[in-house]
C-alpha cells in the first residue's frame, strides 16, 4: 500500500489477515524489511497468482453461495475491487455470465496480469486504474461489489464502506472477503525447536497488521464488526458465511512452492522479532539441504478459511 497518499488496494495473497487476515500472513501486510515499506506488488504478483489459485475452489463455493443472494441475470455489472493479477476476477466472470465485469487496481503490473486471466472470456472484462478512496467516484455503478482482502489498506473502512454502498444500484451487494483464520502448513511440534511455532508467527503478524492499520492515511480504529459498519454505511447485512481451503499432506508441489515462499517472507519480515531458537528454526525449514526443512517435509500441509460479509442496498 502506497503509505503516502490516499492507499490502493489488492486482494493481497487472497488470504486476509487471519485472525486479526483472514486473511494470512502473505497478503501483503508490509512483509518487506520495516514494517513502514510499501510491499513491491508487481514483485509479489507470482505470489499473489498462486495464493488465489489455491484457494481457487474456496472462492468458487462463495461465488456460488453469492449467486443464492443475488441472481446472476440480474448482475448486470460487477467490480472487483483490489483484484490484483485477477485470478478471483476471471472466477467471478465466469460465475456471473451476463455480468460485465471490471478489475479495479492501481498497479500496473497486475492490471495487466489480470488481463492475461481474462483471456478467452472477452470484451466481457475490463480493467481500471484506480487509487482508493480517493477515485471511488470513477468506479461505476455496480450490481455486486467483491472486495478481497483490501477493504484493511483504507484508512477508514466505515468512509469506505459509504463509498462502495453509493456505487451499488438498488438491490446491489457488497461481498467483502475479510478475516477467517490464520493458514496453518505444519504440524505442532515440527521436531525442530519450541512446539508451536506457527502461534508465535500468528502474534508477531497481528502486531504488524495493527501497526500497518494505524500508518494508513486517514486511520480510524473501528471494531472488525462488519455487521454494524455496514448498518452505518447505509446497507443492509445480508449473510456470513466462511469457506475452507483443506490441502491435506502430502500437498503437490506448487502449494510446497508457495509454504516455502510463505515462510521466507516470514523470516525476512519477522526475524528480528523471533528469538534465536525459532530463528533457527526457520533457517531450518527454508534450508533445502536440510531433510527436515519444507523441501522435503512429508507432514506439509495448507489449511485457512476465508470469511465472505456481504450486505445489501435497499
Not at 502506497?2 to 489477515?17: F, I, L, S
Not at 472487483?80 to 498497479?107: E, H, I, K, N, Q
Not at 531458537?277 to 507432514?299: C, G, I, K, Y
Amino acid at each position: 500500500m502506497t503509505q503516502h497518499r490516499a492507499p490502493h488496494v489488492h486482494h493481497g495473497d487472497g488470504h486476509g489477515h487471519q485472525g486479526t487476515h483472514g486473511p494470512g500472513h502473505d497478503h501483503g501486510h508490509s512483509h518487506g524489511p520495516g514494517h513502514d515499506h510499501a510491499p513491491d506488488w508487481g514483485r509479489l504478483a507470482p505470489l499473489l497468482e498462486s495464493q488465489a489459485e489455491v484457494a481457487g475452489t474456496a472462492y468458487g463455493e462463495a461465488a456460488a453461495w453469492l449467486g443464492t443472494l443475488v441472481p446472476a441475470s440480474g448482475v448486470r455489472r460487477l467490480l472487483d475491487v483490489g483484484s490484483g493479477p485477477g485470478v478471483v476476477t476471471a472466477l467471478l466472470a465466469r460465475a456471473f455470465p451476463y455480468a460485465d465485469v471490471v478489475a479495479v487496481d492501481s498497479t500496473p503490473e497486475l492490471l495487466d496480469r489480470a488481463r492475461a486471466e481474462a483471456q478467452g472470456l472477452g470484451a466481457r472484462v475490463t480493467t481500471l486504474s484506480a487509487e482508493l478512496p480517493g477515485d471511488a467516484a470513477a468506479l461505476g455503478e455496480a450490481d455486486l461489489l467483491w472486495a478481497g482482502n483490501s477493504l484493511h489498506h483504507i484508512g477508514d473502512q466505515g468512509a469506505a464502506l459509504a463509498d462502495f454502498a453509493k456505487v451499488l444500484r438498488p438491490g446491489g451487494l457488497v461481498a467483502l472477503v475479510e478475516g477467517g483464520l490464520a493458514p496453518r502448513h505444519l504440524p505442532r511440534d515440527t521436531g525442530i525447536g519450541r512446539p508451536g511455532l506457527e502461534a508465535r508467527l500468528d502474534a508477531e503478524h497481528a502486531d504488524r497488521f495493527a501497526r500497518m492499520r494505524a500508518e494508513l492515511p486517514g486511520a480510524k480504529r473501528e471494531p472488525d464488526d462488519w455487521r454494524a459498519l455496514f448498518t452505518a454505511a447505509g446497507l443492509v447485512p445480508a449473510g456470513t458465511r466462511t469457506f475452507l481451503v483443506d490441502v491435506p499432506a502430502p500437498v503437490p508441489q506448487a502449494v510446497r512452492e508457495l509454504a516455502v515462499s510463505h515462510f521466507g517472507r516470514l523470516r525476512e519480515s519477522l526475524g528480528e522479532q523471533l528469538d534465536a531458537e525459532d530463528r533457527a528454526t526457520l533457517d531450518v525449514l527454508l534450508d533445502p539441504a536440510d531433510e527436515r526443512s519444507l523441501h522435503h517435509r512429508t507432514d506439509l500441509f495448507h489449511l485457512t478459511a476465508h470469511t465472505v460479509h456481504t450486505a445489501r442496498k435497499g
